[in-house]
Every structure is written in structure tokens, then in C-alpha cells.
């Protein structure tokens, strides 16, 4: 029998404080208050507070869910539809009162991070919401803030270089001071836990879904860039999350539409794949998020990792000795869902040794399947509330039963100051790699070749912030004194914008083509050589992944910048300029393209001026 107490008997003292705050009868504090010390509950506490929670309390507080709408009781009409149809509910603040989910995940495609204000004024709905239950709880608010190319809260909050940018940098304390600003912006908007850093060694050039996540391919540099942004995002009072373990670096499938294999071997995978979650686990990581692939070496029943016991509990509890948060990869995603229902996931995701459920494609399904696990005696109750204790645990450290709320004077303190972008320009100056310069054509000078014209990839802004790439880097050079036109060509150029862009360069001193994930078929390659052909200096580009030159004829300079949000190309054209220094350098081999077995450029090569 469950019993129920009193909120205030359930609440510390200051989050009783916390609760007039939700309901309005006091005025917020200032800051968000990150800290483990004065009130927060104790593992006991918090123990006879899940003692005291009813089993569907219990069930929910396992769950982090995505919800539609800028605002956790008023959204727009259109979420409101959304909700219905996906949740059953209409807001965040009814999700939370129905199935008492522990935690949500924001996305800017589910409308809740259109600016910092708003965002703040979400996460405070949020916690009014979970104060507001039978068992008055905070939530863990998170959300997929890499930088780089993927990216949720945008302008104006600070976007920083992505990992493989940060590993061509180099630098611990750039890794570990972006960490650190991107922290404390997330704090001020009441998101206090992140999915990073992506902790993937990126061995595999033909990955679709890591490449410039990762730091890069060395095992033992990654994982001393993981260790720095854990300590930076850590420092910065919210919870850092290393992912996807055991390890996404050399796969070649998407996990998002289909299952991968790893075909490493156990010693394979413990040189390899090992080394940045062990930094973590000794950098103090708070949660570690599980990967959708089947790597046979580590079980041999050949489940997801997700939904594996071997690895999940005998590899990371037992043999790495992490008792923290595990948090499994989305549950919407066709690599969990291959071998088992939506009904049967959860459930064996828990046996595993997962403590929670994010993002599942149906919450009801998903909810009820837990609760009727638990009821069966297919999952103990103890079981589940070892979960429990370990989330509440990292809620009580991050201070939220203290205070779980932020203010608006916070966000303004915080969130994209002048400071903050001037740190960013400053690592993304480091990170820029020149791998090709012939003839000494950079650092462009504006006496000579002060006309150019800037074509390429588009792609859409990872923040819906940003760009587009090409009048970005436009607007760049403008700005740094030269005459810069823009010309749009796409990932895929036709002919006949492959004409216009030719047409284009004529008379012009320079062309800059920024290039996107080039591969030997690519129309990318024919729009280089036109322009080549011109007789017009070309410089490329590589906006996303750095392999690009290994695909593309004989050109005056090649660059890599490893995103195309606009800390990196701005950074990108000073350097083309002449006003930064190329300190990059490869953090991943680039093969040859007519023989992948032999090393086009090492891992280390970087020109200088």
C-alpha cells in the first residue's frame, strides 16, 4: 500500500520555497542555483520519498518525453493538435499530471526553443507542473546541445564550435571553457541536463550519423576532450551526458532508420571505443546515453546495446564501475525497435540496467507496459526504484529540490553576452585546418584578389538560427574589406546552376565554394572543376565532414571547417583572409578516394602561413 503525505512533508525546506515560487506567492530568485550542499535532500531522504510515491509516480518518474509547444499550458493550437495526437494530452503541464514523467526533452522541430526568454518561461511551467503533483518533484529538463551540427537552442545564445572542430583545435581548455559557457546559458533557461558530449571515436569516414560529432578518430585525444567538456559543462551546474555508449564510431548505418553492427573485437572495442567513457566515468559524468547497435564481441545474443544486459550491466556497472544515470538513446528510433514491439522495449531496456526511457514513440504504450511489467513481477518494484534513487540523486545534485526555477534578469546575464561570443570567435579561430595551399595563394590579399564570389552547399541552419553558409561567409568577407557576392548552388547542383555560378566568376580575383559531404558521384566535384577551369583561383571549403578534397580535382586552396553554423565560417574567411592564423589540425585521417587503404593526410597534418 502506498501512503501519502503532505507536499510540505515531502519537500526540503527551500523547495518549499520552490513551490510558492510556482504558485506565485513569492518572486523567484535570480540565478539558477546549482549546488549540492545546504538543503539538498539525502540518499535516505530520498529514499522515503520514493517510499512514499505511488507506483504509477514510480513508472513516470522513469520516462523523459517530448511535448509540442512553447509553453507548458498555453502553446499554440497547432501543438495542442500535435499533443493530442501523439500524447493523448494537450500541454506539457497536463503530460506531467497524467503520467508523472520524470523529465522532457526539448527540440526546436517541437516549437519549445524559439528564444531564451520563452525558453525560460517553458522550463519554470515545466517545474510548477511537477511541484504541482501529488508528490511534488522536479523535472530533469534536457536537450541535444552538441554545437556544431546539431544544435537546439540558437541565436542569440552562444553557438560554439562542434567536437571534431574542437579535436582540430586541440585544446583541453577550449574544449572545457566551451563547455562551461555553453553550461551556464543552458542553466539560465532552466535546461539542466545536455546529450554531450558525443563521445563516439570516429573511425569509420562513411559514417552517416556521428562524423563531426565526434572529436575525432584517436581514441586516447578524444577522451581527453571528453574528460574537458564533462568538466566544463559539469562545472557550469548542469548535468553532462557521454554518449552513445559502448561506442558509434564506426558504424554504417543510420541507428535513426535501421540497426548497425560493430564488428570490433572485444580488444578492438576496449583500445577503440572504451577510452573517452572511461575518461568520463573518471570525470565525473553524470549520465551516460546507451547506443542503438549490436556489437556481437560484447553479446552474443546480438541486441541492440540498449536493450543489452551484458553490456549494459556486466561491461559499464560492473567492469567500468559507473553507478550513475543511464539514459538510453531515443526509443522513437527504427535501431531499438527492429527486434521488439514498443510495448516490449522499455521493459527490456530496464533488465538491462537502464534507468531512463527517453523519448518513446508512444508514451502509453510504453508507460503501461512498465507499470503492467511491475505488477506482473517481471521487473521488481526494488528494481525500478534503484532507477528512481539515482535520477532524484542527480536532481538533488543539481539543486533542484533547493530550486528548480530561473528568471528572466538570469537570462540576461548569461545568455549570449558579449563575452561569451567573443570566447567563441576566439576557439573557432583555433580550430580552422588548411590542408591544401598551392602556390601560397592564402592569405588572400584584399589588393589582389579583392572581388570574390562565394558558392555551394545551403544546408539548413542546425539551430534554425544561422546561415545560410554561403551569405554568411558573403557577409564575412564584407565585412573584412573585400567585394563578396553570393551564389547559392546546392548540395546537388544542376547544370544550370553549375553554368550560373561559372557565369558568375567571370572577372572575379577568387572563388570560394563551399563543399558538403562530397562522395565520387557528387555533382559537387563537376561544379569545382568548372569553376576551375575558369582560370580563377578556387578555394574550397569543407563545411561539414573533412574529407571532402580526397574527392575533388586540383585546386588552389582547401579548407575544413566541420560545421556551417557561423562561428566556424567566420573563422573560416578570417583565416582565409589572413586575419587568424590556420592552427587546425586533422583530428581523422582523410584516405585517398581511388584507395582507401592509404592516408591522404594524417592525422595531425595542418598547413600554417
Known amino acids: 500500500m502506498h501512503h501519502r503525505t503532505s507536499r510540505r512533508t515531502l519537500l526540503t525546506a527551500t523547495a518549499v520555497t520552490a513551490a510558492a515560487v510556482a504558485t506565485g506567492a513569492v518572486s523567484a530568485p535570480g540565478a539558477f542555483a546549482a549546488s549540492a550542499a545546504s538543503s539538498a535532500p539525502s540518499t535516505e531522504r530520498l529514499k522515503q520519498l520514493i517510499s512514499r510515491m505511488s507506483l504509477e509516480e514510480k513508472v513516470g518518474q522513469l520516462f523523459v518525453m517530448r511535448v509540442y509547444g512553447h509553453s507548458a499550458t498555453e502553446p ?45 518561461d517553458l522550463s519554470n511551467g515545466i517545474q510548477r507542473a511537477g511541484l504541482a503533483g501529488p508528490t511534488p518533484l522536479p523535472l530533469l529538463i534536457s536537450t541535444d546541445q552538441e554545437h556544431g551540427i546539431v544544435c537546439r537552442v540558437g541565436e542569440p ?15 583541453r581548455s577550449d574544449a572545457r571553457r566551451a563547455g562551461q559557457i555553453a553550461g551556464a546559458e543552458l ?61 558509434h564510431g564506426d558504424t554504417n548505418t543510420d541507428s535513426h532508420t535501421g540497426l548497425p553492427y560493430i564488428h570490433h573485437s572485444r580488444d578492438q572495442w576496449a583500445e577503440l571505443d572504451a577510452p573517452p567513457f572511461r575518461a ?21 545474443a546480438e541486441d541492440p546495446a540498449t536493450l543489452s544486459r551484458p553490456i549494459l550491466t556486466g561491461i559499464l556497472r560492473e567492469e567500468l564501475g559507473y553507478d550513475g544515470v543511464v539514459v538510453t538513446d531515443s526509443l522513437g528510433m527504427e535501431g531499438v525497435r527492429t527486434k ?41 518494484e526494488a528494481r525500478i526504484e534503484e532507477s528512481i534513487l539515482r535520477i532524484l540523486r542527480l536532481k538533488a545534485k543539481l539543486g533542484l529540490f533547493d530550486d528548480p526555477f530561473v528568471s528572466h534578469e538570469g537570462v540576461d546575464r548569461a545568455v549570449g553576452t558579449r563575452a561569451h561570443l567573443a570566447a567563441a570567435d576566439r576557439i573557432a579561430e583555433h580550430t580552422t585546418t588548411l590542408l591544401a595551399n598551392t602556390g601560397a595563394v592564402l592569405p588572400l590579399s584584399r589588393r589582389s584578389h579583392k572581388n570574390l564570389l562565394v558558392v555551394g552547399a545551403d544546408p539548413a541552419s542546425p539551430s534554425g538560427t544561422t546561415g545560410p553558409p554561403t551569405t554568411t561567409l558573403a557577409g564575412a568577407f564584407t565585412e573584412l574589406g573585400y567585394a563578396a557576392t553570393a551564389v547559392s548552388t546546392g548540395t546537388a547542383p544542376s547544370q544550370a546552376k553549375i553554368a550560373e555560378a561559372v557565369a558568375a566568376a567571370q572577372g572575379k ?49 582547401s579548407l575544413a571547417a566541420y560545421s556551417w553554423t557561423d562561428v566556424e565560417l567566420r573563422a573560416a574567411a578570417r583565416v582565409i583572409a589572413g586575419r587568424a592564423e590556420p592552427e587546425g589540425r586533422l583530428p581523422v585521417p582523410v584516405q585517398r578516394a581511388d584507395d582507401p587503404t592509404r592516408v591522404l593526410y594524417p592525422v595531425g597534418y595542418g598547413l600554417t602561413y
Do not use: C
Not at 506531467?96 to 526539448?106: C, E
Not at 569509420?204 to 566544463?232: C, E, L, T, Y
Open 509 to 557: 580575383d577568387a572563388v570560394i565554394v563551399g563543399t558538403y559531404n562530397v562522395s565520387a558521384t557528387s555533382s559537387q566535384r563537376t561544379l569545382v572543376s568548372a569553376l576551375v577551369a575558369t582560370g580563377v583561383p578556387v578555394i574550397t571549403i569543407a563545411i561539414r565532414n573533412p574529407y571532402d578534397i580526397a574527392q575533388l580535382p586540383a585546386h588552389a586552396a
Open 280 to 300: 568520463a566515468i573518471a570525470a565525473g559524468i553524470d549520465a551516460i546515453m546507451t547506443a542503438h547497435i549490436v556489437v556481437p564481441a560484447l553479446d552474443a
Open 340 to 380: 521488439y514491439g514498443d510495448d516490449r522495449v522499455p521493459v527490456l531496456a530496464l533488465q538491462a540496467g537502464v534507468d531512463q526511457l527517453l523519448n518513446p514513440p508512444n508514451l502509453d504504450v510504453s508507460w503501461n507496459a512498465v507499470l503492467a511489467a511491475v505488477k506482473s513481477g517481471e521487473i521488481s
Open 157 to 171: 545564445a552562444t553557438l560554439m564550435p562542434g567536437a571534431m572542430a574542437l579535436g582540430a583545435g586541440g585544446s
Open 76 to 120: 499554440d493550437q497547432a501543438d495542442i493538435n500535435a499533443n493530442m495526437a501523439e500524447i493523448g494530452v494537450r500541454t506539457a503541464a497536463e503530460m506531467i499530471a497524467k503520467y508523472h514523467v520524470g523529465g522532457i526533452i526539448y527540440f526546436a522541430w517541437a516549437h519549445n526553443t524559439r528564444d531564451p526568454h520563452q525558453i525560460a
Open 187 to 247: 542553466a539560465a533557461i532552466g535546461i539542466n541536463q545536455n546529450y554531450a558530449p558525443d563521445s563516439d571515436v570516429n573511425v569509420n569516414p562513411a559514417n552517416p550519423v556521428i562524423g563531426v560529432r565526434s572529436f575525432g578518430a584517436d581514441p586516447q585525444a578524444v577522451a581527453g576532450m571528453v574528460a574537458a567538456q564533462v568538466k566544463g559543462y559539469q562545472s557550469a551546474g548542469i548535468a553532462s551526458t557521454a554518449k552513445h555508449f559502448p561506442g
